[in-house]
Nanobody, 123 residues
């Protein structure tokens, strides 16, 4: 069982930056594909970014490409999402997720979810 705990959410102004972190409880999480999803009020949860453990290949949804960067520190069982040039439409509850495969994670049905951290971007 892998537990994921997010941190780093908060309030930012449009154009600003925030960095989210996700700490995994198990050393075995190093073999998982890690990622981030978000859910805005009244909308479905959507994939944001993912990173593999082996070659650190990264994947992003189109709306965040060039603005968000996902990275991982396997030694610390941590994945981060650096968000810059934030927009009001980035406002959402952000969830960390982990799965054994990239496909499984990107389909929106990962093995593990964090509890979420709120990001609010004001205009």
């Amino acid at each position: 069982q892998v537990q994921l705990v997010e941190s780093g959410g908060g309030l930012a102004q449009a154009g600003g930056s925030l960095t989210l972190a996700c700490a995994a409880s198990e050393r075995s999480s190093r073999t998982y594909v890690m990622g981030w999803f978000r859910q805005a009020p009244g909308k479905e949860r959507e994939f944001v970014a993912a990173i593999t453990w082996s070659d650190a290949a990264t994947y992003y949804t189109d709306s965040v490409k060039g603005r968000f960067t996902i990275s991982r520190d396997n030694a610390r069982n941590t994945v981060r999402l650096q968000m810059s040039s934030l927009k009001p439409e980035d406002t959402a509850l952000y969830y960390c997720a982990a799965d054994t495969t990239t496909l499984g994670l990107r389909k929106g049905s990962p093995d593990y979810w964090g509890q979420g951290t709120q990001v609010t971007v004001s205009s």
